[in-house]
């Protein structure tokens, strides 16, 4: 069974810092981009960074560049990321997802990624 175990998520204030961690199993991990999306209530799906199986290429989206890093450990099946500087336009769900890499580049699309877990809730504030 696919699964993938987003945890993390709490209550910080502004400027502080939290690091989320999406635990995968079920998939061969190495053969699979894994990246964070968000949702904010009524808004729709963002990506926020990815990072491909080499652990090596990364993406991020230009509100959250700078301030997060995303990094996997390949051992332990599990993609971290860390948000440092958090805002309150960060409050969201935050989910991992995986797409299977066919090819070089990063996504972040949500319709290319093929599993998702459940996510974490963020709330930062002011």
């Known amino acids: 069974e696919v699964q993938l175990q987003a945890s993390g998520g709490g209550l910080v204030q502004a400027g502080g810092s939290l690091r989320l961690s999406c635990a995968a199993s079920?998939?061969?991990?190495?053969?699979?981009?894994i990246g964070w999306f968000r949702q904010a209530p009524e808004k729709g799906r963002e990506g926020v960074s990815c990072i491909r199986s080499d652990a090596i290429d990364t993406l991020y989206g230009s509100s959250v560049k700078g301030r997060f890093t995303v990094s996997r450990d390949n051992a332990k099946n599990t993609v971290y990321l860390q948000m440092n500087n958090l805002q309150p336009e960060d409050t969201a769900v935050y989910y991992c997802?995986?797409?299977?890499?066919?090819?070089?580049?990063?996504?972040?699309?949500?319709?290319?990624?093929?599993?998702w877990g459940q996510g974490t809730l963020v709330t930062v504030s002011s």
């Open positions: 997802a995986a797409d299977r890499e066919e090819g070089p580049g990063l996504s972040m699309w949500y319709s290319d990624y093929d599993f």
């Open positions: 079920g998939f061969t991990f190495d053969d699979y981009a």
